[in-house]
């Protein structure tokens, strides 16, 4: 997850990097809405809507889009620490325009109504972090699981969502531990999960996402930046048993190259060309685990 570690990382990786310095200035002066994604050519047409989902805790505002036609596997998105926001609306569409009937959630519904933030915003500001570290710590474990039980049951609601098949989940950055606790939550319907530069994955306390790994029956893909891996060497180490003694696949590598944040679109050090191979090997995974 982020943090001042975070920051500290990527100044050092901004300072010697022009073109990904040229691209945090970029941002800074709000050009990240001009960014866009490469849209497949089998792409398909899909419609989209802000709509409110009910949870225990009250309404949670998100972003729904999906194949025009037809019944398709549902995927919850669960964004970085900056929110539900345009980049994740663009991820989110792209995914959608794959075959998938995805649902972009707000975590911070309880606190705030996205965007929390405006464009441009950058976790390296400290305005910024002064904004979204509060709502994040206003989530735990228990909200995780609560929410991922209303975004389940909203998917399986929808016409647009064959629920003969299984759902899909992905988590950027914070949202990386609520893909496992996603999965465990619902097991009997969570079949692919996936976390992209995810922060505590694993860690010594009773509630750390990996002790929950017997409790899923979902396949897994764990996309890990260098500097994180460098930071906990043992992570994926333990992730690995974990998968291992639980007889479910899981693919988990480190990304060479690339910073914490590497795969979000608006994110000053953005790696597209690891976070295409990344996503690439996303639909691998939903095409499998998903059929």
């Known amino acids: 997850m982020c943090d001042e570690n975070t920051v500290e990382d990527n100044e050092r990786y901004l300072s010697t990097n022009a073109l990904s310095r040229r691209r945090f200035s970029a941002l800074s002066a709000g050009a990240a809405l001009a960014m866009t994604l490469p849209r497949s050519a089998s792409a398909v047409d899909v419609m989209e809507t802000d709509v409110e989902v009910t949870t225990p805790d009250g309404i949670a505002d998100c972003y729904?889009?999906?194949?025009?036609?037809?019944?398709?596997?549902?995927?919850i998105v669960w964004p970085d620490v900056l929110g539900l926001r345009p980049a994740f609306?663009?991820?989110?569409?792209?995914?959608?325009e794959s075959g998938y009937a995805v649902l972009v959630v707000n975590p911070y519904y309880r606190l705030a109504k996205s965007p929390i933030l405006p464009p441009g915003a950058s976790f390296q500001d400290p305005a910024t972090?002064?904004?979204?570290m509060p709502l994040a710590q206003s989530l735990s474990a228990t909200t995780h699981m609560t929410d991922a039980k209303a975004f389940v049951a909203y998917l399986d609601a929808q016409s647009a969502v064959d629920t003969s098949r299984k759902i899909g989940t992905t988590g950027y950055c914070m949202g990386g531990p609520i893909t496992m606790r996603t999965a465990a939550a619902a097991p009997e319907r969570i079949g692919a999960g996936a976390s992209f530069h995810g922060g505590r994955l694993v860690t010594d306390s009773a509630d750390s996402p990996h002790l929950l790994v017997p409790q899923m029956r979902a396949s897994f893909l764990f996309a890990i930046a260098?500097?994180?891996?460098e930071r906990e060497p043992n992570a994926k180490n333990v992730l690995r048993k974990a998968y291992d003694d639980a007889g479910l696949p899981a693919e988990i590598e480190v990304y060479e190259g690339t910073m914490h944040g590497w795969c979000a679109l608006d994110s000053a050090v953005y790696n597209e060309a690891q976070a295409e191979r990344a996503w690439a090997r996303?639909?691998?995974l939903f095409e499998k685990a998903l059929a």
């Open 64 to 75: 729904f889009v999906h194949p025009a036609s037809g019944r398709h596997p549902g995927v």
């Open 226 to 229: 260098q500097n994180d891996d």
């Open 282 to 284: 996303l639909l691998v």
């Open 89 to 96: 609306r663009q991820m989110g569409k792209r995914l959608a």
């Open 129 to 132: 972090r002064e904004r979204v």
